[in-house]
């Protein structure tokens, strides 16, 4: 949040900025070889598509393709995509260890939708109302990015009794709707009916915002759902999951939580159906 002082302070953020660092050599260097085989008729990839991109507008002052906008963006995709979903399901395993019952259930209906004998598909999600309630759950109770990302107001903003100057840097508190008791029956607890109507069907909830709200949402969220949904149904399908601990004995506090929550160390098994 605050790189231009941070970068010169001693600290562990020095540490966070030499990996970042390296991943954006990582990616600089996997430009360089999409450059040297590049065929314009035939991209294979994102960055072949913004390297041809940068050739056809290179002539355009105000272009936004070029070389350091390529690394920037494919690091952002490479990024954000691959840390936030994998620790969603780090936290969405501990909370099925916790919660066997809800495990079982989900298993229950895999079985009945899906069977034993085919890989799951993105269209069972429509016949899955009570796995699609717990992968919200998931996301709701991880609270991934409590602060969301940094915005700034387009223009002076009045904000209940504070005036907000245009250009000002501002945080959307996505934890604090996440655990609004006003849509939300028992925030904090994990409980899977938050999205289910009497019936047992799946229902939206307006406070559901781990992807942020408005034009600049999450433009990876379709990409997302779609991640989380397969990656735990197939998981379920062909296995179960055992703590060395007994479920009331498991602790669901995080490990971190400031910029992102971070959930804590554990060990567990995959036992094969």
């Not at 050599?25 to 430009?31: E, S, Y």
């Not at 002052?61 to 979903?85: D, Q, S």
């Amino acid at each position: 949040m605050f790189y231009s002082v941070m970068k010169y302070l001693p600290g562990p953020q020095q540490q966070a900025f030499k990996e970042l660092q390296g991943l954006e050599d990582f990616i600089a260097r996997k430009v360089e070889q999409n450059q040297h085989t590049l065929d314009p008729n035939s991209p294979r990839d994102f960055i072949d598509c913004f390297l041809i991109r940068m050739q056809e507008e290179q002539e355009k002052p105000n272009t936004e393709f070029y070389m350091k906008n390529l690394v920037l963006t494919t690091l952002n995709l490479f990024f954000a995509g691959t840390e936030t979903v994998s620790t969603t399901l780090r936290y969405g395993f501990l909370l099925l260890m916790k919660h066997p019952d809800v495990e079982a259930k989900v298993y229950q209906e895999i079985n009945q939708v899906i069977g034993k004998n085919r890989q799951p598909k993105f269209e069972d999600r429509a016949k899955m109302p009570y796995t699609d309630a717990v992968i919200h759950e998931i996301q709701r109770f991880g609270d991934m990015l409590p602060m969301g990302l940094a915005r700034r107001v387009t223009k002076d903003t009045k904000f209940r009794d504070f005036l907000l100057p245009k250009g000002t840097e501002v945080f959307p508190m996505l934890g604090s709707v996440l655990r609004d008791p006003e849509f939300f029956s028992n925030p904090q607890d994990f409980n899977p009916q938050h999205f289910l109507d009497e019936k047992g069907q799946f229902k939206k909830n307006d406070a559901f915002v781990p992807f942020s709200i408005g034009k600049r949402n999450c433009f990876g969220e379709g990409l997302a759902r779609m991640e989380l949904f397969l990656f735990l149904t197939n998981i379920i399908q062909n296995f179960r999951f055992k703590s060395p601990q007994s479920p009331q004995d498991i602790d669901l506090s995080p490990k971190h939580v400031g910029f992102a929550t971070i959930p804590p160390n554990y060990t567990m098994n995959f036992l094969p159906r």
